[in-house]
């Protein structure tokens, strides 16, 4: 896609609906070049409640069993050396589903437990480029269709599938990938 960036598609798991507040369960972070690379990281919780039942009914993880997770400071640290050796020189560039949800909990763990975010200060979402690509504003789900891995709320499979949709988008653009 460019030889001064990395793309890459990021999905975050979470008991509610911000950051602070609610705890990161889980996020996977997924190549655009080459959708087989991925990063899984599964956050122990930085507070002491169990978040929103119908958000962890969803992700089907439990606060019991996501005490037994790693720390924030040992997954973020370890997803920024990923995201490094991934990139390499270029730049880190986020896309997702829903950067508002996804980007924030991302970007506060980042900043809390690294100091930085590896990827900057702004995230992109699939959904307003493909509707860019088709001329219609608001159509900003057809997407989803062109994903190949299904969507299951795990975070690597579903960052996987919209990576997947994100290369098919591309591809119709006239946009290399590899």
């Known amino acids: 896609m ?3 960036s990395q793309h890459v598609v990021l999905d975050v798991e979470a008991d509610g609906p911000c950051p602070g507040l609610y705890n990161m369960i889980s996020f996977g972070l997924v190549s655009v070049a080459n959708p087989a690379l991925s990063y899984r990281g599964e956050v122990a919780p930085i507070l002491q409640h169990a978040g929103l039942e119908a ?7 439990s606060f019991e069993q996501q005490k037994t997770y790693r720390g924030p400071e040992e997954v973020m640290a370890e997803a920024r050396d990923w995201l490094t050796v991934l990139a390499g020189h270029r730049r880190v ?19 809390r437990y690294l100091g930085e975010n590896p990827a900057g200060f702004s995230a992109r979402r699939i959904g ?3 509707a860019g690509r088709l001329g219609e504003p608001f159509n900003t789900n057809s997407w989803k269709s062109r994903r190949e891995t299904p969507h299951t709320h795990d975070p690597v499979d579903d960052a996987r599938g919209n990576a997947e949709a994100l290369r098919w988008i591309l591809s119709e653009m006239g946009v290399p990938v590899d």
Request: aromatic share 24%; glycine share 4%.
């Open 2 to 4: 460019s030889n001064w």
């Open 55 to 61: 958000a962890r009914n969803i992700v089907g993880v």
């Open 93 to 111: 560039v986020i896309w997702s589903d829903n950067p508002a949800f996804d980007w924030q909990y991302w970007n506060w763990y980042c900043h």
């Open 128 to 130: 307003d480029m493909d």
